[in-house]
């Protein structure tokens, strides 16, 4: 069974940043593609960014398109996202997801495994 955990997030000031990390268990983690989702409150799900198996595709929301960064470290079995110029309208809970799959998706609905989630607040 492939456990998700999320860390790194927390409050911060607008135009502030956070580093978020994954890890997912299992031998294979440079099979999995990953990917970043967030959900704020009374709102439904929402894509943030995904990653493919080698890093070598990455998409973003345009909504954090330009300020958000994804990458990943398949040796420490990790994703991360990197969130610069934040806004207010950041403020979510951010879930990390594992898709055993190549093929890289921005649907919920596509991926197998999720983190319980790490809240990320930014306000003055």
């Known amino acids: 069974q492939v456990q998700v955990v999320e860390f790194g997030g927390g409050l911060a000031p607008p135009g502030g940043s956070l580093r978020l990390s994954c890890t997912a268990s299992?031998?294979?983690?440079?099979?999995?593609?990953m990917g970043w989702f967030r959900q704020a409150p009374e709102k439904e799900r929402e894509f943030v960014s995904a990653i493919s198996q080698r890093g070598g595709l990455t998409y973003y929301a345009d909504s954090v398109k330009g300020r958000f960064t994804i990458s990943r470290d398949n040796a420490k079995k990790t994703v991360y996202l990197q969130m610069n110029s934040l806004k207010p309208e950041d403020t979510a809970v951010y879930y990390c997801?594992?898709?055993?799959?190549?093929?890289?998706?921005?649907?919920?609905?596509?991926?197998?495994?999720w983190g319980q989630g790490t809240q990320v607040t930014i306000s003055s």
């Open positions: 997801a594992v898709r055993f799959s190549a093929i890289v998706g921005t649907r919920s609905v596509e991926y197998d495994r």
């Open positions: 299992g031998s294979t983690f440079s099979s999995y593609t």
